[in-house]
């Protein structure tokens, strides 16, 4: 078979896509109802399904604003909105070892035999890697200050709001006992 030709008369993306499109919210997509809808082996061909599966994530993140997350060994749980805070932190902490794995490769490097070009090179890509470290440290920073005062603010509003229902209650019993006695 060439490696250019369709495997059938539709992309397996497009058939998993259809069917995490459908599933509600926390629903678990297992990969036996995406192997059956693939008529694929869910244990032999497991990455053929993890490979649909992540296209269809991104075009059901991208298209519908839905995120999936892996149950490992299962398969994919549609998430309700608030937990994307938590998928995209852990994305980030992702892309933080990834930069320092980065880092390392370019400065872990025996220099004995390299041309001047190429440890010029490896010197402005350690340079650029510890720049975007750092630039990720300080806007963890910042997000961690920016979720404490929404925290902050929030708690506040929510007072505020028991305060207020409160003094309305209060505000209400005074009136009816008003009309009673008037």
């Excluded at 994530?57 to 997350?69: I, K, P, S, Y």
């Excluded at 961690?144 to 709001?161: H, N, P, S, V, Y």
């Amino acid at each position: 078979m060439n490696a250019f030709q369709p495997i059938g008369e539709q992309a397996r993306w497009k058939t998993v896509y259809a069917i995490l499109r459908k599933a509600k919210t926390n629903k678990v997509v297992t990969y036996d109802e995406l192997a059956d809808a693939l008529t694929l082996n869910p244990a032999t061909d497991r990455h053929a399904i993890q490979m649909a599966a992540r296209r269809a994530a991104h075009e059901l993140e991208t298209e519908d604003n839905r995120a999936v997350d892996p149950v490992p060994n299962k398969g994919y749980r549609i998430v309700p909105a608030p937990e994307n805070l938590a998928l995209a932190r852990r994305q980030g902490k992702k892309a933080g070892r990834a930069l320092a794995r980065g880092h390392s490769k370019a400065i872990h490097v025996d220099l004995r035999g390299v041309d001047p070009e190429v440890r010029r090179a490896l010197e402005l890509t350690a340079q650029a890697f510890s720049l975007q470290m750092d630039f990720n440290r300080r806007f963890a920073v910042k997000q961690t200050q920016l979720e404490q005062a929404i925290t902050e603010i929030t708690a506040a509003q929510t007072a505020d709001r028991r305060r207020s229902e409160d003094e309305v209650a209060q505000l209400r019993e005074r009136i009816e006992r008003l009309e009673h006695d008037g």
